[in-house]
Each structure stands twice: as structure tokens, then as C-alpha cells.
């Protein structure tokens, strides 16, 4: 009865997924499309400084596989 429901609620995911993409397809934008582009950027960084050593050791120790100063991850796999 359990796997009956679950294929329900994927058919009636799916079903609800493929009505939304058809309708999002179907709009269309006023104007161009735009990007904004600044000379510098507005986050508040002082050159030289360094990581939070907490969470800098946390990540570290979390990480499947490190070298020395650097992570070493694949995309999707962490």
C-alpha cells in the first residue's frame, strides 16, 4: 500500500513539474535582460585578512579529503 501512495505522489509531482515548466515557457519577458556591473565590490574586506580558525578547523574536519591548505572536493559529492 506504502509503494501504491509513493507512486502517487511522484505522478502527481511530476504532473504538477511538467504544468509548471509548459507555463513558465509560455511567459514572456517585457524588455531586455540585464545585468549589473560595479567598479568595486561592496562587501567590506580588508586585504590580508585571515579565515575564522574555528570554522576554517570545522570545515577541515568535516572535509572527505584534504591536502595540506586545500579541500578537495567534486561538485555534488560533499
Do not use: H, Y
Request: aromatic share 8%; charged share 50%; hydrophobic share 30%.
Amino acid at each position: 500500500m506504502e509503494q501504491t501512495s509513493r507512486e502517487q505522489i511522484e505522478k502527481e509531482a511530476k504532473e504538477i513539474l511538467d504544468k509548471f515548466s509548459k507555463a513558465l515557457a509560455s511567459v514572456k519577458l517585457e524588455g531586455e535582460e540585464w545585468n549589473v556591473e560595479r567598479e568595486e565590490d561592496r562587501r567590506e574586506e580588508k586585504e590580508g585578512m585571515d579565515c575564522d580558525e574555528t570554522f576554517r578547523k570545522i570545515m577541515f574536519e568535516n572535509a572527505p579529503q584534504k591536502s595540506e591548505d586545500f579541500i578537495i572536493a567534486e561538485k555534488k559529492k560533499w
